[in-house]
């Protein structure tokens, strides 16, 4: 399995521009979380879902963001208008269906807004 | 609501020595899992090792162990024969058991392993 695709790797976005996101989880996996790591708050789970429906969306922090996971093996996680202080990296993991396994994580995507 | 706690921001260890990495957790669960990740500077997220609560024994993968002490709340690292390529942030992670909004992992603030030679 090619595990958890993120892109893209790196993205840099003028300040007010709308930045997107995205995730193919690893087949089979059934829950979907979106992190955001700073140096200054650690690692923030933003959203995740479960069988493709948003479970708890809680961590999302202004209406700017949103996230969709129309099927199985996508979802994306968008920023409109994005900001300077959403400069981060945002991960994207994908766990089966029992918590034994932990999750598997991408490789992330740094955003930096200017 | 579940809390982790790591209190050491940074360790070093000289390579080939042992270091324990320490992590403490709130919860008032009883069946939970238990995690250690690795982010190198690749920023890569790895799996080291897991722990079920429900188990008394002790968690080995190679060269890493865990000390779980389940009423403590404590659950460290022991790396053994340190390499430069341990060098990493190290997470401490729960997860408690169940499905829905029980099964998110959190996540404690991470410490810097700085290995030597």
């Known amino acids: 399995d090619a595990g958890v695709i993120q892109s893209p790797r790196h993205e840099v976005t003028e300040m007010g521009q709308e930045v997107t996101l995205r995730c193919k989880p690893i087949?089979?996996?059934?829950?979907l979380f979106w992190y955001r790591q700073t140096m200054m708050r650690g690692l923030e789970l933003l959203i995740y879902?479960?069988?493709?429906?948003?479970?708890?969306d809680s961590g999302m922090p202004e209406d700017r963001f949103s996230a969709k996971m129309p099927n199985a093996s996508f979802s994306t996680l968008k920023i409109q208008p994005s900001e300077p202080r959403d400069s981060a990296v945002y991960f994207c993991?994908?766990?089966?269906?029992?918590?034994?396994?932990?999750?598997?994580f991408g490789s992330g995507t740094r955003l930096t807004v200017v | 609501a579940q809390t982790v706690t790591q209190s050491q921001p940074e360790m070093s260890v000289q390579e080939a020595e042992t270091v324990t990495l320490s992590c403490t957790y709130d919860?008032?669960?009883?069946?939970?899992?238990l995690f250690w990740y690795k982010q190198p500077p690749s920023r890569q997220m790895i799996l080291v090792i897991r722990?079920?609560?429900?188990?008394?024994q002790n968690a080995t993968e190679n060269r890493f162990s865990v000390n779980f002490q389940k009423a403590a709340k404590s659950f460290s690292l022991k790396i053994s024969d340190s390499q430069l390529g341990d060098a990493a942030m190290y997470f401490c992670?729960?997860?408690?058991f169940g499905t829905g909004t029980a099964s998110k992992l959190t996540f404690g603030t991470g410490t810097r392993l700085q290995v030597t030679l």
């Open positions: 722990q079920e609560a429900y188990k008394q």
């Open positions: 992670a729960y997860r408690p």
């Open positions: 993991a994908s766990s089966p269906g029992t918590e034994y396994y932990g999750y598997t």
């Open positions: 879902f479960n069988n493709n429906v948003p479970i708890d």
């Open positions: 087949s089979g996996h059934n829950s």
């Open positions: 919860t008032s669960e009883s069946d939970y899992y």
